[in-house]
């Protein structure tokens, strides 16, 4: 009797088809967790990187409102100290100068909105033309 005390059992096929049933489903469930917990992650990646694009973004056009308000400041900072510089007679001249400048990029501007406006109106023309081609095309194949 001392000996089956001492002799190890054996599981049951049962016992151990339950235990691999087990461990099985501990691995599938290992995989459903992962997964789902990857996707997650996936998901919360992507909103944090659009979320520091965006972040980016706004702070770009903040620096460059900032640098662009500073060029203009300096500029104009720059312009008064020349006129400071200048005598009456030179102070006249040079708004002569300006306003001269002024109207010559005001026509050129004009010149080139009219040019814009004349290309606008060609290429509506020729769509015009190419509607009815297509048209003429169409009622000559029925």
């Known amino acids: 009797m001392a000996d089956s005390q001492?002799?190890?059992q054996v599981p049951s096929v049962e016992d151990v088809s339950n235990a691999l049933h087990t461990i099985f489903l501990a691995g599938v469930g290992a995989i459903a967790a992962s997964t789902e917990?990857?996707?997650?992650?996936f998901k919360s990646l992507v909103d944090k990187g659009q979320a520091t694009v965006d972040e980016g973004k706004a702070k770009n056009a903040e620096l460059i409102q900032n640098v662009q308000a500073r060029v203009e400041d300096t500029k104009n900072d720059a312009i008064r100290a020349y006129?400071?510089?200048l005598t009456p007679e030179q102070r006249a001249s040079f708004v002569e100068s300006v306003q001269r400048a002024a109207s010559e990029a005001e026509a050129e501007a004009d010149k080139a909105a009219e040019a814009a406006s004349d290309?606008?109106?060609d290429v509506a023309a020729e769509a015009v033309s190419l509607d009815l081609d297509a048209d003429d095309e169409v009622d000559g194949d029925a």
Do not use: I, V, Y
Not at 37 to 41: M, T, V
């Open 6 to 8: 001492n002799t190890p």
């Open 37 to 41: 917990k990857g996707s997650e992650l």
């Open 119 to 121: 290309a606008a109106d």
């Open 83 to 85: 006129l400071k510089t």
